[in-house]
């Protein structure tokens, strides 16, 4: 009887093979995201937004196309529920490109802001808005958020994500605390939070604000400076008149 054949199968590291192939995944996702970045703050993704905008224009009546895009012009006393025409504008100043939203019969952001995801500059007075709208965080190019004088109650975490954020103005609402999610606004270089009267502390988070030149904490309820000023390395201007100071912190260093 004829010896059966010897079969020779080879034998191969299995945990050797997964982690080539892992590698290979992280690249690619590494990839992927390097891409999504690119798009995100390419020219072409604006002007996508912008004509996307546009097409949401288009499908508008008339009358509510003109609410959005005409420019302000003297107020004549109009009565009525809906806010007056020359309340909200879109304006391009130079090369920026700016919201406006002024007028006491405002209580909400219009949901048409939510196309206009392009803008750099928000500038909201004078309304009784009391929160921020949900999609606030869409708004990756903004550098100014200007809500002064309104009835906002809180600052979101979503503020947070807003990477490209130099001035928050906030002054003049109902704010009583701050998320320490701002922290995250590593460009912030002036940040205005006068005369909101219950808010007595900032949270030490915001000690990541190396950038930060300009802080305002006037007309609160501040009874000693807080610890994460005395982190703000680059702070030039600290305003903390028109509070109940009454200590300073023991470990204040400069």
């Given at each position: 009887?004829?010896?059966?054949?010897?079969?020779?199968?080879?034998?191969?590291?299995?945990?050797?093979?997964?982690?080539?192939?892992?590698?290979?995944?992280?690249?690619?996702r590494q990839k992927q995201k390097k891409e999504q970045e690119r798009m995100e703050n390419s020219a072409l993704t604006?002007?996508?937004?912008?004509?996307?905008?546009?097409?949401?224009?288009?499908?508008?009546?008339?009358?509510?196309?003109?609410?959005?895009?005409?420019?302000?012009?003297?107020?004549?006393?109009?009565?009525?529920?809906?806010?007056?025409?020359?309340?909200?504008?879109?304006?391009?100043?130079?090369?920026?490109?700016?919201?406006?939203?002024?007028?006491?019969?405002?209580?909400?952001?219009?949901?048409?802001?939510?196309?206009?995801?392009?803008?750099?500059?928000?500038?909201?007075?004078?309304?009784?808005?009391?929160?921020?709208?949900?999609?606030?965080?869409?708004?990756?190019?903004?550098?100014?958020?200007?809500?002064?004088?309104?009835?906002?109650?809180?600052?979101?975490?979503?503020?947070?994500?807003?990477?490209?954020?130099?001035?928050?103005?906030?002054?003049?609402?109902?704010?009583?605390?701050?998320?320490?999610?701002?922290?995250?606004?590593?460009?912030?270089?002036?940040?205005?939070?006068?005369?909101?009267?219950?808010?007595?502390?900032?949270?030490?988070?915001?000690?990541?604000?190396?950038?930060?030149?300009?802080?305002?904490?006037?007309?609160?309820?501040?009874?000693?400076?807080?610890?994460?000023?005395?982190?703000?390395?680059?702070?030039?201007?600290?305003?903390?008149?028109a509070n109940g100071l009454t200590d300073l912190p023991q470990d204040m260093d400069r």
């Amino acid at each position: 009887m004829a010896p059966a054949k010897r079969l020779d199968v080879p034998v191969q590291d299995l945990s050797l093979i997964r982690g080539i192939w892992e590698v290979r995944v992280k690249r690619h996702r590494q990839k992927q995201k390097k891409e999504q970045e690119r798009m995100e703050n390419s020219a072409l993704t604006r002007i996508d937004q912008q004509w996307q905008y546009r097409i949401y224009c288009k499908s508008l009546k008339t009358k509510d196309l003109q609410r959005h895009l005409d420019p302000p012009t003297p107020c004549t006393g109009t009565h009525g529920h809906r806010p007056p025409q020359e309340d909200l504008t879109v304006q391009t100043d130079s090369d920026r490109l700016i919201f406006r939203l002024e007028g006491d019969r405002w209580m909400d952001f219009p949901r048409e802001l939510q196309w206009m995801t392009y803008l750099q500059e928000w500038c909201v007075r004078g309304t009784r808005i009391q929160q921020l709208p949900d999609f606030l965080s869409l708004f990756t190019q903004l550098t100014v958020l200007d809500i002064p004088k309104n009835a906002i109650r809180e600052l979101p975490p979503d503020v947070g994500r807003l990477g490209e954020l130099r001035r928050l103005n906030a002054s003049y609402n109902r704010l009583r605390s701050v998320p320490p999610e701002l922290g995250s606004c590593e460009k912030l270089q002036k940040l205005e939070l006068t005369g909101n009267r219950s808010l007595s502390e900032l949270p030490f988070e915001l000690s990541s604000l190396k950038q930060l030149l300009h802080l305002d904490l006037a007309e609160n309820s501040f009874v000693s400076i807080p610890v994460c000023a005395l982190r703000m390395t680059n702070l030039q201007l600290l305003d903390l008149s028109a509070n109940g100071l009454t200590d300073l912190p023991q470990d204040m260093d400069r």
